[in-house]
């Protein structure tokens, strides 16, 4: 069982950036492909990013292309979502996940409880 934990999300200004993270444990952190998620406010979860095991290849929601960056860390089992020039739109709860499949329509099979975005406009 992997256990995934979310952090860094926070209240910030339209145009700024956040840094989210995200920590693993219980599992082979290399083994599992990477992604995150939010769920805006009445509104279905939705793919942001995900990246490959080793960490070469990467996915991005045409929303957030060429804003957010996803990393990971395989050494300290960690994944990172940077979030640059940031919209009201993006206010949401990320949630972390651990999958076998690349793709943003690959199923994934652990989820964090997720931490929370909050843009003002």
């Known amino acids: 069982q992997v256990r995934l934990v979310e952090s860094g999300g926070k209240s910030v200004q339209a145009g700024g950036s956040l840094r989210l993270s995200c920590a693993a444990s219980g599992g082979t952190f290399s083994s599992y492909v990477m992604g995150w998620f939010r769920q805006a406010p009445g509104k279905e979860r939705e793919f942001v990013a995900s990246?490959?095991?080793?960490?070469?290849?990467?996915y991005y929601a045409d929303s957030v292309k060429g804003r957010f960056t996803i990393t990971r860390d395989n050494v300290k089992s960690m994944v990172d979502l940077q979030m640059n020039s940031l919209k009201f739109e993006d206010t949401a709860v990320y949630y972390c996940?651990?999958?076998?499949?690349?793709?943003?329509?690959?199923?994934?099979?652990?989820w964090g409880k997720g931490t929370l975005v909050t843009v003002s406009s």
């Open positions: 996940s651990a999958g076998y499949d690349l793709g943003p329509s690959a199923p994934m099979k652990y």
């Open positions: 990246i490959s095991r080793g960490g070469r290849d990467t």
